[in-house]
C-alpha cells in the first residue's frame, strides 16, 4: 500500500493506493506471499492469515462444493438396511423371505412426572431443578436402577429417595409426600417410586430433581430428552 500526500492552501489531500502487476490480482493468487497476506488482513498471525487466505479462495470453494455435491449423490445410492429381502425359486416356485432389524424400545431417560413444568432452573445455590404439581402425582425414576438411599429431614429434603443408576450416576427425588419402593430394590422406569409433596424445606407442591455424576452435581435437563 502506497500513500501520496499533496498539500493545499486550505487542506492536505491523502491518496492510498496499491500498485499490482498484469495479470492475476495478488490477492487472487493460490498460494500466498508473506506480503500479500499482510496487506490483505490486518489481524492474526501469518499462519492463521494463511488457513483464511486458503479456505476463503474461490478455487477451494469450488472444490468443497463439487465434494459435497458428490456426497449427497452417493448416498442416495445406499440400500435401505432395516429390511432385507431374499428371493429364492424352490420346485419351480417363488418364495420371498423377509427379514426385520430387530428395534429395542428400552428407555434411555425420562421425566420423573407426567406433566412437565419447570419452576426453578438449575443454578449454583440450587444444584437440581423443581417441576410443578400437586400433592400426589405420581413419581417415577428417570432410569433403571437401584433404590439406594431412603431418608427424611425435616429442614431439608423432606422424604426423599436416592436411585443409582450405575456409572456413577444417582438422582435424588425430594419433598414426596408418600414413598412406595424399598431401599435395595430394583425399579424401572415405568414403577411409582412415591407421590409428589411439600415435605421437608418447600415452598409449596414440587419435585425437586438433582442429578449427580460421581458424587457432583450436574444439571438435569443435560440428562434428560429435553
Do not use: C
Not at 81 to 110: F, R
Not at 123 to 152: A, C, M, Q, S
Amino acid at each position: 500500500m502506497r500513500k501520496l500526500v499533496i498539500h493545499l492552501p486550505k487542506y492536505r489531500l491523502s491518496i492510498h493506493y496499491r500498485l499490482t502487476k498484469r495479470g492475476v490480482p495478488l490477492e487472487q493468487k493460490f498460494i500466498p506471499t508473506t506480503k500479500i497476506l499482510n496487506l490483505k488482513y490486518r489481524v492474526g498471525n501469518i499462519y492463521h492469515k494463511f488457513l483464511r487466505h486458503i479456505f476463503e479462495h474461490k478455487t477451494t470453494k469450488k472444490l468443497l462444493g463439487a465434494n459435497i455435491a458428490l456426497a449427497i449423490l452417493g448416498t442416495s445410492f445406499i440400500p435401505q438396511n432395516y429390511i432385507k429381502d431374499t428371493t429364492l425359486v424352490q420346485d419351480g416356485e417363488m418364495a420371498s423371505i423377509s427379514s426385520e432389524t430387530p428395534i429395542h424400545t428400552t428407555i434411555g431417560s425420562q421425566f420423573p412426572v407426567e406433566n412437565i413444568s419447570i419452576s426453578q432452573g438449575y443454578r449454583f445455590f440450587h444444584p437440581g431443578i423443581d417441576l410443578d404439581g400437586v400433592t400426589g402425582d405420581v413419581i417415577r425414576p428417570i432410569k433403571n436402577g437401584i433404590v439406594e438411599k431412603i431418608e427424611y429431614s425435616r429442614i431439608g429434603y423432606g422424604n426423599h429417595v436416592i436411585v443409582n443408576h450405575g456409572n456413577g450416576l444417582e438422582s435424588l427425588y425430594a419433598h414426596l409426600s408418600k414413598v412406595d419402593v424399598a431401599e435395595g430394590q430394583n425399579v424401572t422406569t415405568d414403577m411409582k417410586l412415591g407421590e409428589m409433596g411439600a415435605t421437608g424445606r418447600s415452598s409449596g407442591d414440587h419435585l425437586h430433581l438433582e442429578i449427580r455424576d460421581h458424587g457432583a452435581p450436574i444439571n438435569p435437563l443435560s440428562v434428560l430428552p429435553w
